[in-house]
């Protein structure tokens, strides 16, 4: 029996984290869009949903798991979404896609993927317990 076929993944339900254009300044010398642009904006996604949950300052400690699975063009509007996959005691692992969907179209695909870890820091840039989530 064949291998049934793959099937097209869908853009996570709800509300993106943060959305963006990719402009001609994103670009590397080639004329493509740059991956460290688009990883700058999987950790604003990242970061902003550490910031919330953590109600204050975090810090990037680790990226893991980064995957860049498709082009990302000029034009592009570009929806990241970010999903906390688990608190700790000051951290927090939180999943991150990219989307893109082209200036002209509907059709979404998905570009990036990568796991986020966060620390919650306090002025001192020390880290902090995570508050008990109401
Ligand atoms: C973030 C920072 C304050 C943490 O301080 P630290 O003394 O290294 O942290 P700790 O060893 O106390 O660990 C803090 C938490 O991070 C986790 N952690 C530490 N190293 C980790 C790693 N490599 N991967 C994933 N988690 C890690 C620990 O398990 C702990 O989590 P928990 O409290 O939920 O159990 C410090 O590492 C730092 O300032 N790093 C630079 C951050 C930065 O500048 N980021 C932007 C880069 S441009």
Redesign the pocket.
């Known amino acids: 029996m064949d291998a049934p076929e793959p099937q097209p993944a869908t853009a996570p339900s709800g509300a993106p984290t943060i959305r963006t254009i990719a402009m001609p300044a994103d670009t590397n010398p080639a004329g493509d869009i740059f991956g460290g642009w688009l990883l700058a904006q999987m950790d604003f996604a990242a970061g902003t949903a550490a910031a919330r949950l953590a109600r204050g300052r975090c810090?990037?400690?680790?990226i893991e798991a980064m995957r860049f699975l498709k082009p990302v063009y000029v034009g592009d509007e570009v929806s990241l979404y970010a999903e906390i996959l688990h608190v700790?005691?000051?951290?927090m692992r939180i999943n991150v896609e990219a989307w893109r969907r082209s200036r002209e179209g509907e059709e979404v695909e998905q570009v990036t993927q990568g796991v986020f870890?966060f620390?919650a820091?306090d002025a001192n840039?020390?880290?902090r317990p995570i508050p008990v989530q109401s």
């Open positions: 810090a990037t400690i680790a700790g005691r000051t951290s870890t620390v820091i840039r020390k880290p």
